[in-house]
């Protein structure tokens, strides 16, 4: 069993920064792979990042490739997600999520956080 739960979201202007956090509590942290994904008001949720429990492999969505980065320390049982260079059309709720085996399907993910918004503004 994982809890997740997320921080970091904010408003912030187009071109800006942000950086997301996920803290899972557990012992197991490390066996899970993680993945990040949002949803906007009326559409579904997409995959936008996801990293494996050793942080060897990443992978991303297009829209977001260059200027986002996953990353973990497992030590601190926590991922992020650093987003540079925001975009209006980044704005929505964004979710940590983890699952026994890197993939970036949404259906394959285990464990879900309650979700942070996120605004861009432009």
Do not use: H
């Not at 997740?4 to 490390?30: H, I, M, P």
């Amino acid at each position: 069993q994982v809890q997740l739960v997320e921080s970091g979201g904010g408003l912030v202007q187009a071109g800006g920064s942000l950086r997301l956090s996920c803290a899972a509590s557990g012992r197991t942290f490390s066996s899970y792979a993680m993945g990040w994904f949002r949803q906007a008001p009326g559409k579904e949720r997409d995959f936008v990042a996801a990293i494996s429990w050793g942080g060897g492999s990443t992978s991303y969505a297009d829209s977001v490739k260059g200027r986002f980065t996953i990353s973990r320390d497992n030590a601190k049982n926590t991922v992020y997600l650093q987003m540079n260079s925001l975009k209006p059309e980044d704005t929505a709720v964004y979710y940590c999520a983890a699952t026994t085996r890197f993939t970036t399907r949404t259906k394959s993910y285990d464990y879900w956080g309650q979700g942070t918004q996120v605004t861009v503004s432009s």
